[in-house]
């Protein structure tokens, strides 16, 4: 440092010396050409001279670093000129760029629909789902000091990066109560800036949020339902009494807009956490809201459902039962042993899988319904399914594949209905073949890892190398196994997940036992509210392969690992184009499969059923995944992703007309471009 | 001529040497040869015609300047980038610089812990707005802060900025097209800018006894508007309401502790009568809701009187420190050459706030005296005391004398605006009164001249004409009655407006039904407070520093388009030990408030059970006086009396979070006084 600072100093002076040099330079040339000699100038130039010299030799001596600087200094100044360039760029730049190499692009809905004269009508009351919501720091360990009121989910993530470990422990929750672990508070970021995005330039509702402020929209009338999504539902009520926040702001909104109902837009697993919140809030105190059986006929217009996973996720399986899905499985294929390797003590799936294992709310998306809804040993109701990686295409060139429904019954059919299943040619055979053991009583042997790895907790340690082996040994497990094998694989997860959700189907809803909470987020085991004027939207994209079930194998090393991981090298080739690298894909938004997503508004809900005693209208709107034409277009505007779709013009359009008061039936009733009538037909569900 | 060509020669070799350092070997090589000049001469030469040649090739002199500034920006950064690489790798807690244990945590460990719900109400300009919807002008800033945060639009395109900062002329409300709205959440308040704290330490402290979102709620409200007007427009104060009967279920029915700040002391107490209040125009809350509600009102640095500054502002966008401003760097606010006219702008924007109307002083002569009197009228300057002491010690005698002679004429804090110096001092009977006068305020319709040259009209100002602006000064001191008729006169159509939504006088009788009106809501002196005897209110101030009260004003000198006519007159000082500086008259206070406005209510408007407290609800006054940051690293103190900076003080916020935690203000110590408010307050003669 001290060095460096003399430099400085003593650089300072050849700095402007050579200006002056190069003046001196010119009228030296004058000279020459004149031939004139001048005392003065002669004697500056001794003067100079010398001074020069000396200075030559610190530049010798500071050569290296000065050439550094200079480097960095040109890259910093660099730096700063863009950065000032595209400060002082027109906000509208790059959107005229864009316009200028796609052609002109179509006006955002909200500033159509605004010019047709739509205004702000109905209070919107958006539900973020899983993952997307942001959680802040209001308590926490010393290691996460100078981090109060900072986002610990959400944003940019840094923590994550700079104290990993820190991070972990204070977003894992209690093991045994599903609450916080003590001396931790983590609570969710509230308002709308809980998730309009989210991280930067990751739009989740920020785009919806911004069309809506064009028909008059603004905080008064939008409210941003934040809950803590870690947490199991009705936990949320416990300890933050969100539910009594959504109630009492949902009153609100309706009393100052004088009276109009609210439009609710739940996504993910909002959708699941709006349901419960349907049934507690009529429920009568001390469980419920003590709403009366009004409540929501009263306050309620409609449920617009985006990309509701009514019925469970299969990702969730595999991310609970290895904490995996296919973009790891990807990443593991990709770079074999990156994720597993040891050199580091990272053990990042580890730490992630104890971290989620922790989180109450992943249970509440576990396939409900059983077999019944997802499909047996040897049949499911996509079965037939031609695998989404061609039907874009079939969709575009209907022409060129005349025959194309004809092929899909050459093809193999796919057993969907084996949501796990250890190895491939297991995954193939008919169910006669199979010999399956039962793994159930096995004895769960002491492990010896667990000395060796203390540091890192899952259940799997408690299970011993027999108890791996049995489940193994099972080979196939269908939706309503899969919860077997998770009893068995994370007994105390699951003991946790019971208490506060349930998975199957109701055979009398009037049953008195239905009026515990923890069925409220079933549909499958709750009647809709008495609101005949309500309607229940479920808006999702189609036409992204979706994971749907597993191939399984055994784990490289099953010490300190967990021992199962997905299979990637499982290929369906062409006959079988739906198996990629382990996992079975079907039709959906690339985390929903349809069946999921439609199959309550399609048939379940359709009608008087029991599940929907008092008929209210329910309405199926798909929207065709396209991706971006070009990188311009950032995540597109006819998305169908799980998040992306958020971003959709076509959905966008759908909730704002709705939310000028529109019904089910101006917009055009159901819009479907699936199978999903086909498949729901195929349900066998007393409704 | 051997030496002069030699010389020549090393000239053509220099720039190249300072230039390109990877040739340097051959200039090296000839400084060690320049001793025998002889030999090397020939040599020399060639070199040189051939450096002369590269150099012809390469466009070397632009580059070398580039790159001595490159290396220069280059070694800053460098050096920034170690700096703070070290500042980081700093451990939290160096050994010397131990920071004191924040109040939440001792509190803590004394074993107290959240009961009540607390409602935080921010005060006028602390609060950030952000944008719904804009003109052209604005994109891109879409639900951005435009107040708050970094407030880089400003700089970016000030222009855009004001205009969507202002309100309507006409209705005080949104401009069509423009949606500017207040952020809600902790967010909107806990810090002002980056680094510069008003809510945050109070809310870390009272986190550390358990505090959380559920039971701590910041009610921004939009504070450009009139108090009924965020309801209206916004909803606001059922807002307020719905959260707090929420907070009051949800965490076991808890009345709330009510936290204040400022503006937001009028605000809230605003809010107390419209709760209780019949719709339409009230909340349609029960008679009984304050009292079932709210447990204490802790109201941190209380504007119930107005502040004296509000009037200056009003008047000529300027207050202390703009005055200050001019007197140091005279002509750099009204410089027209960069086209800035920064106070026009000023002015113009903020006199469309109605809110700032809400601070004018309330009570009139009664409260904030006469040409003759006021209330301060014995105080003595505080940092002249200390001058004054310490030259007592020196000199003696001599000194002794003028003190007495400076308290035997007390200032005259009565005129709150007066033309000159002079006149602030004159007796009363060599002034001319103001009702002579009068008649002559009233306008003529004559366009003045100004207004022709200039295009825009900014201010009511421009409406004015010449004549009529040297008449008002020529009337020489004001008064706070004769002070709203000014008011009144100079800016008629903001008076129109700001007098639907305030009152600033003393009510005769308290059970006049005109009373139920809104206007009056926000003056303690013509409401009552709710029936809630257990309800506490607290008055919690900083004192000691020297705070507006009145002012030595003069006519501007310029005759310019859109200027402000008049000016604080910055070159009116007082001798050594007076309160005169700047052409400001000091008083005891938090920089803002006066002690007087801060703390007569709860010293005696509304101690014991008088007309404006009929349920006779408790009220304490704790001071907190004031003591600057002993050294820099301190930031902005722990001690501090300042009107925002006291929310970093430690004795308030521990008071805070005790009574959060369920004290009552007896166990506090009830009062805790350290100015002369109590006299103060005896000197003012009200009926109560």
Same mark, same amino acid.
């Given at each position: 440092?001290?060095?460096?600072?003399?430099?400085?100093a003593?650089?300072?002076?050849?700095?402007?010396e050579?200006?002056?040099?190069?003046n001196?330079e010119?009228?030296?040339?004058?000279?020459?050409e004149?031939?004139?000699?001048?005392?003065?100038?002669?004697?500056?130039n001794?003067?100079?001279n010398?001074?020069?010299?000396?200075?030559?030799?610190?530049?010798?001596?500071?050569?290296?670093?000065?050439?550094?600087?200079w480097?960095?200094?040109?890259?910093?100044?660099m730096w700063w000129?863009?950065l000032?360039?595209?400060?002082?760029?027109?906000?509208?730049?790059?959107?005229y760029?864009?316009?200028a190499?796609?052609?002109?692009?179509?006006?955002?809905?909200?500033?159509k629909?605004?010019?047709?004269?739509?205004?702000?009508?109905?209070p919107?009351?958006?539900?973020?789902?899983?993952?997307t919501g942001?959680?802040?720091?209001w308590?926490?360990?010393?290691?996460?000091?100078?981090l109060f009121?900072?986002r610990?989910?959400?944003?940019?993530?840094g923590?994550?990066?700079?104290?990993?470990?820190?991070?972990?422990e204070?977003?894992?929750?209690?093991?045994?109560t599903?609450?916080?672990?003590?001396?931790?508070?983590?609570?969710?970021?509230?308002?709308?800036?809980?998730a309009?995005y989210?991280?930067?330039?990751?739009f989740?509702?920020a785009?919806?949020?911004a069309?809506l402020?064009?028909?008059?929209?603004?905080?008064?009338n939008?409210?941003m339902a934040?809950?803590?999504?870690?947490i199991?539902?009705?936990?949320?009520?416990v300890?933050?009494?969100?539910?009594?926040?959504i109630?009492?702001?949902?009153?609100?909104?309706?009393?100052?807009?004088?009276?109009k109902?609210?439009?609710?837009?739940?996504?993910?697993?909002?959708v699941?956490?709006?349901?419960?919140?349907?049934?507690?809030?009529?429920?009568?105190a001390?469980m419920?809201?003590?709403g009366?059986?009004n409540?929501?006929?009263?306050?309620?217009? +409609?449920?617009? /459902?985006?990309g $509701?996973p009514?019925?469970?996720?299969?990702? #969730?399986?595999? !991310?609970?039962?290895? %904490?995996?899905?296919r973009?790891?499985?990807?990443?593991?294929?990709?770079?074999p042993?990156?994720?597993?390797?040891?050199?580091?003590?990272?053990q990042?799936l580890?730490?992630v899988?104890?971290?989620?294992?922790?989180?109450?709310?992943?249970?509440?998306?576990?396939?409900?319904?059983?077999?019944?809804v997802?499909?047996?040993?040897?049949?499911?109701?996509?079965?037939?399914?031609?695998?989404?990686?061609?039907?874009?295409r079939n969709?575009?060139?209907?022409? +060129?594949?005349? /025959?194309?429904t $004809?092929n899909?019954?050459?093809a193999?059919? #796919?057993?969907? !209905?084996r949501?796990? %299943?250890?190895?491939?040619d297991?995954a193939?055979?008919?169910s006669?073949?199979?010999?399956?053991v039962?793994?159930?009583?096995?004895?769960?042997?002491?492990?010896?890892?667990?000395?060796?790895?203390?540091d890192?907790?899952?259940?799997?340690?408690?299970m011993?190398?027999?108890?791996?082996?049995?489940?193994?040994?099972?080979?196939?497990?269908?939706?309503?196994?899969?919860?077997?094998?998770l009893?068995?694989?994370a007994?105390?997860?699951?003991?946790?997940?019971?208490?506060?959700?349930?998975? $199957?189907?109701?055979?009398d809803?009037?049953?008195k036992k239905?009026e515990?909470?923890?069925?409220?987020?079933?549909?499958?085991?709750?009647?809709?509210?008495?609101?005949p004027?309500m309607?229940?939207?479920?808006?999702?994209?189609?036409?992204?392969p979706?994971e749907?079930?597993?191939?399984?194998?055994f784990?490289p090393?099953?010490?300190?690992y967990?021992?199962f991981?997905?299979?990637?090298?499982?290929?369906?080739?062409?006959?079988?184009?739906c198996?990629?690298?382990g996992?079975?894909?079907?039709?959906g938004d690339?985390?929903?499969?349809?069946?999921?997503?439609?199959?309550?508004?399609?048939k379940?809900?359709?009608?008087?059923?029991?599940f929907?005693?008092?008929?209210?209208?329910?309405?199926?709107r798909?929207?065709?995944?396209?991706?971006?034409?070009t990188?311009?277009?950032?995540?597109?505007?006819?998305?169908?992703?799980?998040?992306?779709?958020?971003?959709n013009?076509?959905?966008?359009?759908?909730?704002?007309?709705?939310?000028a008061?529109?019904?089910?039936?101006d917009?055009?009733?159901?819009?479907?471009h699936?199978?999903i009538f086909?498949?729901?037909?195929?349900?066998?569900?007393?409704? | 001529m051997?030496?002069?060509?030699r010389?020549r020669k090393?000239?053509?070799?220099?720039p190249?040497?300072?230039?390109?350092?990877?040739?340097?070997?051959?200039?090296?090589?000839?400084?060690d040869?320049?001793?025998?000049?002889?030999i090397?001469?020939?040599e020399?030469?060639?070199?040189?015609l051939?450096?002369e040649?590269?150099?012809k090739k390469?466009?070397?002199?632009?580059?070398?300047?580039?790159?001595?500034?490159?290396?220069?920006?280059?070694y800053?950064?460098?050096?920034?980038?170690?700096?703070?690489?070290?500042?980081h790798?700093?451990?939290?807690?160096?050994?010397?610089?131990?920071?004191?244990?924040?109040?939440g945590?001792?509190?803590?460990?004394?074993?107290?812990?959240?009961?009540?719900?607390?409602v935080?109400v921010?005060?006028?300009?602390?609060?950030g707005?952000?944008?719904?919807?804009?003109?052209?002008?604005s994109?891109?800033?879409?639900?951005?802060?435009?107040?708050?945060?970094?407030?880089?639009e400003?700089?970016?395109?000030p222009m855009?900025w004001?205009?969507?900062?202002?309100?309507?002329?006409?209705?005080?409300?949104?401009?069509p097209?423009?949606?500017?709205?207040a952020?809600?959440?902790?967010?909107?308040?806990?810090?002002?800018a980056?680094?510069?704290f008003?809510?945050?330490i109070?809310?870390e402290n009272?986190?550390?006894?358990g505090?959380?979102g559920?039971?701590?709620?910041?009610?921004?409200?939009?504070w450009?508007?009139?108090?009924?007007?965020?309801?209206?427009r916004?909803?606001?104060?059922s807002r307020?309401?719905?959260?707090?009967e929420?907070?009051y279920?949800?965490?076991?029915?808890?009345?709330?502790?009510?936290?204040?700040?400022s503006?937001?002391?009028?605000?809230?107490?605003?809010?107390?009568?419209?709760?209780?209040?019949?719709?339409?125009?009230?909340g349609?809350g029960?008679p009984?809701?304050?009292?079932?509600?709210?447990?204490?009102?802790?109201?941190?640095?209380?504007?119930?009187?107005?502040?004296?500054?509000?009037?200056?502002?009003?008047?000529?966008?300027e207050?202390k420190?703009?005055?200050f401003?001019?007197?140091?760097?005279?002509?750099?606010?009204?410089s027209?050459?960069l086209?800035?006219?920064?106070?026009?702008?000023?002015m113009?924007?903020?006199r469309?706030?109605d809110?700032v109307?809400?601070l004018?002083p309330?009570?009139g002569?009664?409260?904030?005296?006469n040409l003759?009197?006021?209330?301060?009228?014995?105080?003595?300057?505080?940092?002249a005391k200390?001058?004054?002491?310490q030259?007592f010690d020196?000199?003696?005698?001599?000194?002794?004398?003028?003190?007495?002679?400076?308290?035997?004429?007390?200032?005259?804090?009565?005129?709150?605006?007066?033309?000159?110096?002079l006149?602030?001092?004159?007796?009363s009977?060599?002034?001319?009164?103001?009702?002579s006068?009068?008649?002559?305020?009233?306008?003529?319709?004559?366009?003045?001249?100004?207004?022709?040259?200039?295009?825009g009209v900014?201010?009511?100002?421009d409406?004015?004409?010449?004549?009529?602006?040297?008449?008002?000064?020529?009337?020489?001191?004001?008064t706070?009655?004769?002070l709203l008729?000014?008011?009144?006169?100079i800016?008629?159509?903001?008076?129109?407006r700001?007098?639907?939504?305030?009152s600033?006088g003393?009510?005769?009788?308290?059970?006049?039904?005109k009373y139920?009106?809104?206007?009056y809501?926000?003056?303690?002196l013509?409401?009552?407070?709710?029936?809630?005897?257990?309800?506490?209110?607290?008055?919690l101030?900083?004192?000691?520093?020297?705070?507006?009260?009145s002012?030595v004003?003069?006519?501007?000198?310029?005759?310019r388009?859109?200027?402000?006519?008049?000016?604080i007159?910055?070159s009116?000082?007082g001798?050594?030990?007076?309160?005169?500086?700047?052409?400001?008259?000091?008083?005891?206070?938090?920089?803002?408030?006066?002690v007087?406005?801060?703390?007569y209510?709860?010293?005696?408007?509304?101690?014991?059970?008088?007309?404006?407290?009929?349920?006779g609800?408790?009220?304490y006054t704790?001071?907190?006086?004031?003591?600057?940051?002993?050294n820099?690293?301190?930031?902005?103190?722990?001690?501090s009396?300042?009107?925002v900076?006291?929310?970093?003080?430690v004795?308030?916020?521990?008071?805070?979070?005790?009574?959060a935690?369920?004290?009552?203000?007896?166990?506090?110590?009830?009062?805790?006084?350290?100015?002369?408010?109590m006299?103060?307050?005896?000197?003012?003669?009200i009926?109560?």
């Amino acid at each position: 440092m001290l060095k460096r600072r003399k430099g400085s100093a003593a650089k300072k002076s050849p700095n402007s010396e050579p200006q002056l040099d190069e003046n001196k330079e010119k009228k030296n040339n004058q000279l020459q050409e004149k031939s004139n000699s001048n005392a003065a100038n002669l004697k500056g130039n001794v003067n100079f001279n010398s001074k020069s010299n000396s200075d030559e030799r610190l530049r010798r001596k500071w050569s290296c670093v000065d050439n550094c600087c200079w480097f960095v200094g040109c890259i910093c100044s660099m730096w700063w000129f863009l950065l000032f360039l595209y400060n002082a760029m027109p906000a509208s730049f790059p959107q005229y760029v864009t316009e200028a190499i796609t052609g002109p692009m179509p006006d955002p809905p909200g500033v159509k629909l605004a010019k047709e004269g739509l205004t702000a009508k109905h209070p919107v009351v958006f539900v973020p789902g899983i993952v997307t919501g942001g959680l802040e720091l209001w308590e926490g360990h010393s290691c996460a000091e100078g981090l109060f009121r900072k986002r610990l989910w959400g944003g940019t993530f840094g923590e994550v990066y700079k104290r990993p470990l820190c991070w972990v422990e204070h977003m894992s929750l209690d093991n045994e109560t599903g609450l916080d672990p003590p001396g931790i508070k983590i609570r969710p970021v509230s308002g709308l800036v809980a998730a309009d995005y989210f991280a930067p330039g990751y739009f989740v509702w920020a785009v919806l949020i911004a069309n809506l402020a064009r028909i008059g929209y603004e905080e008064k009338n939008m409210y941003m339902a934040a809950y803590d999504w870690r947490i199991s539902f009705q936990n949320t009520e416990v300890r933050d009494q969100t539910l009594s926040r959504i109630k009492s702001n949902i009153e609100l909104m309706v009393a100052t807009s004088g009276g109009k109902k609210v439009v609710v837009v739940p996504h993910s697993m909002g959708v699941l956490y709006f349901l419960h919140f349907m049934k507690w809030v009529e429920a009568p105190a001390p469980m419920g809201g003590g709403g009366g059986s009004n409540w929501c006929a009263d306050h309620i217009k +409609a449920v617009m /459902n985006i990309g $509701g996973p009514f019925l469970g996720v299969p990702k #969730v399986v595999s !991310g609970l039962f290895s %904490a995996e899905a296919r973009d790891i499985a990807v990443a593991r294929a990709i770079a074999p042993g990156v994720l597993d390797i040891d050199v580091f003590g990272f053990q990042t799936l580890q730490h992630v899988m104890r971290m989620t294992r922790s989180w109450d709310s992943t249970m509440s998306m576990l396939p409900k319904g059983g077999d019944t809804v997802w499909g047996g040993l040897d049949w499911s109701p996509e079965e037939g399914h031609e695998c989404s990686v061609k039907k874009p295409r079939n969709n575009n060139m209907q022409t +060129a594949r005349p /025959n194309g429904t $004809g092929n899909s019954a050459n093809a193999t059919r #796919v057993k969907y !209905g084996r949501m796990l %299943a250890f190895g491939k040619d297991v995954a193939e055979l008919h169910s006669s073949e199979i010999e399956r053991v039962d793994f159930k009583g096995a004895i769960k042997g002491k492990n010896l890892a667990n000395t060796t790895c203390r540091d890192v907790w899952t259940e799997y340690h408690d299970m011993g190398i027999g108890g791996v082996k049995a489940v193994a040994d099972y080979k196939i497990y269908t939706a309503s196994s899969i919860l077997d094998l998770l009893h068995f694989v994370a007994p105390k997860m699951m003991k946790r997940g019971d208490a506060h959700f349930s998975y $199957g189907i109701a055979d009398d809803l009037d049953d008195k036992k239905y009026e515990h909470y923890k069925y409220w987020s079933n549909p499958l085991e709750t009647k809709l509210p008495m609101a005949p004027d309500m309607e229940i939207f479920s808006m999702y994209g189609v036409g992204i392969p979706t994971e749907r079930a597993y191939v399984y194998k055994f784990g490289p090393a099953a010490e300190c690992y967990i021992p199962f991981q997905i299979d990637t090298a499982a290929e369906g080739g062409d006959d079988c184009p739906c198996l990629k690298g382990g996992v079975y894909s079907v039709d959906g938004d690339e985390t929903v499969p349809v069946l999921s997503a439609g199959f309550m508004c399609a048939k379940g809900w359709r009608g008087n059923t029991r599940f929907n005693p008092s008929g209210m209208r329910t309405y199926i709107r798909e929207y065709n995944h396209a991706s971006p034409a070009t990188l311009l277009e950032g995540r597109g505007t006819q998305s169908g992703a799980h998040v992306d779709i958020m971003g959709n013009f076509a959905l966008i359009e759908d909730i704002i007309r709705v939310a000028a008061g529109a019904t089910g039936e101006d917009l055009g009733g159901d819009q479907v471009h699936s199978d999903i009538f086909k498949w729901s037909e195929r349900i066998k569900l007393q409704l | 001529m051997g030496s002069i060509l030699r010389f020549r020669k090393l000239c053509f070799l220099e720039p190249v040497k300072c230039s390109d350092l990877s040739e340097k070997k051959a200039p090296i090589k000839f400084d060690d040869e320049k001793k025998s000049f002889e030999i090397p001469k020939i040599e020399n030469k060639d070199k040189g015609l051939l450096e002369e040649k590269k150099r012809k090739k390469r466009p070397n002199k632009e580059w070398r300047c580039i790159d001595s500034c490159c290396w220069v920006i280059g070694y800053i950064c460098t050096i920034w980038w170690l700096l703070l690489f070290l500042f980081h790798c700093l451990p939290a807690n160096l050994p010397g610089l131990k920071v004191p244990e924040p109040p939440g945590t001792r509190l803590q460990r004394e074993g107290l812990t959240a009961l009540h719900p607390v409602v935080i109400v921010p005060g006028i300009v602390t609060g950030g707005l952000e944008l719904w919807e804009g003109r052209p002008c604005s994109e891109g800033l879409f639900r951005r802060r435009l107040w708050g945060g970094s407030f880089t639009e400003i700089f970016r395109r000030p222009m855009c900025w004001l205009e969507h900062l202002s309100l309507d002329n006409e209705t005080g409300l949104d401009p069509p097209g423009i949606r500017v709205r207040a952020v809600p959440g902790l967010v909107a308040a806990d810090y002002f800018a980056p680094g510069y704290f008003v809510w945050a330490i109070l809310i870390e402290n009272l986190a550390r006894i358990g505090y959380e979102g559920k039971n701590m709620y910041m009610a921004a409200y939009d504070w450009r508007l009139s108090f009924q007007n965020t309801e209206v427009r916004d909803q606001t104060l059922s807002r307020l309401k719905s959260k707090i009967e929420l907070m009051y279920v949800t965490n076991g029915n808890k009345k709330v502790v009510v936290v204040p700040h400022s503006m937001g002391v009028i605000y809230f107490l605003h809010f107390l009568k419209w709760v209780e209040a019949p719709p339409p125009m009230g909340g349609g809350g029960d008679p009984g809701w304050c009292a079932k509600h709210i447990k204490a009102i802790m109201n941190i640095g209380p504007a119930f009187l107005g502040v004296p500054k509000a009037v200056g502002n009003i008047l000529s966008a300027e207050s202390k420190d703009v005055a200050f401003i001019r007197a140091m760097a005279p002509g750099l606010l009204d410089s027209e050459i960069l086209g800035l006219q920064t106070l026009q702008h000023v002015m113009r924007v903020s006199r469309t706030w109605d809110s700032v109307i809400s601070l004018i002083p309330k009570g009139g002569e009664t409260i904030w005296g006469n040409l003759d009197w006021s209330p301060e009228e014995h105080h003595v300057c505080d940092s002249a005391k200390k001058k004054y002491q310490q030259a007592f010690d020196n000199n003696g005698n001599n000194s002794d004398s003028r003190t007495r002679f400076q308290i035997q004429e007390p200032t005259k804090y009565g005129r709150i605006i007066s033309f000159g110096k002079l006149v602030s001092d004159l007796p009363s009977s060599q002034l001319p009164t103001l009702d002579s006068k009068k008649q002559e305020f009233m306008r003529n319709h004559s366009t003045s001249n100004s207004n022709a040259a200039c295009r825009g009209v900014w201010t009511e100002y421009d409406e004015m004409s010449r004549e009529n602006i040297r008449r008002i000064a020529e009337n020489k001191a004001y008064t706070m009655k004769s002070l709203l008729d000014l008011l009144r006169v100079i800016a008629p159509k903001m008076m129109k407006r700001a007098e639907a939504h305030f009152s600033h006088g003393i009510a005769e009788n308290l059970d006049d039904p005109k009373y139920n009106h809104y206007k009056y809501w926000s003056n303690p002196l013509e409401t009552k407070l709710p029936d809630a005897p257990d309800m506490e209110i607290y008055c919690l101030y900083g004192v000691g520093i020297p705070t507006e009260r009145s002012y030595v004003y003069k006519q501007s000198p310029s005759v310019r388009c859109n200027s402000i006519p008049f000016q604080i007159d910055s070159s009116a000082d007082g001798s050594d030990n007076s309160c005169l500086k700047g052409g400001v008259y000091f008083v005891d206070g938090d920089e803002s408030v006066p002690v007087l406005s801060a703390g007569y209510m709860c010293a005696k408007g509304w101690r014991g059970k008088t007309r404006f407290n009929p349920s006779g609800i408790s009220t304490y006054t704790r001071e907190y006086k004031h003591k600057a940051p002993a050294n820099f690293l301190e930031g902005r103190g722990s001690e501090s009396g300042a009107h925002v900076d006291i929310m970093g003080n430690v004795a308030l916020i521990e008071d805070v979070l005790r009574v959060a935690a369920g004290a009552s203000g007896s166990e506090l110590g009830r009062d805790r006084i350290y100015s002369d408010i109590m006299k103060m307050s005896k000197k003012i003669n009200i009926r109560l």
